[in-house]
């Protein structure tokens, strides 16, 4: 399945990974990584990681392509569930993001740690 396929957003398989504790640690280094959260407006609004940035992953193609994004800097990509960043993943990956990877876990497994989250516009 390509970037270009129809059904390029199909949830399967696996792709890279980084645990919540991880990337929390990753946040206070110097090569700091996108985080691209490709969960609902509604979804990022109500708690999110700060710095991210909320591309559905409705609208992820067309957005992507205006965000700018540097493909040697890591791109992690965050859902609930580590179910919607796989399609993004494979994605970022199929057009030179070759350090993207997704929150193991997603946002579920950040919560659990009890790492800290933004809330509100």
């Avoid at 129809?6 to 398989?13: A, Q």
């Avoid at 991880?22 to 969960?39: F, M, Q, S, T, W």
Wanted: net charge positive; with cysteine; glycine share 8%.
């Amino acid at each position: 399945m390509t970037w270009r396929s129809r059904f390029w957003w199909i949830p399967f398989g696996s792709v890279p990974e980084i645990s919540p504790n991880e990337l929390h640690a990753k946040l206070g280094g110097d090569a700091v990584p996108y985080i691209l959260d490709v969960r609902t407006h509604k979804e990022w609004k109500a708690s999110r990681i700060e710095g991210a940035v909320n591309v559905p992953i409705t609208s992820f193609r067309t957005d992507l392509k205006n965000l700018r994004l540097e493909p040697a800097r890591p791109v992690i990509a965050i859902c609930l569930s580590a179910h919607r960043s796989i399609p993004a993943v494979r994605a970022l990956r199929e057009v030179g993001f070759i350090n993207a990877c997704q929150l193991q876990g997603g946002m579920l497994a950040w919560w659990k740690a009890g790492l800290p989250v933004v809330k509100g516009p």
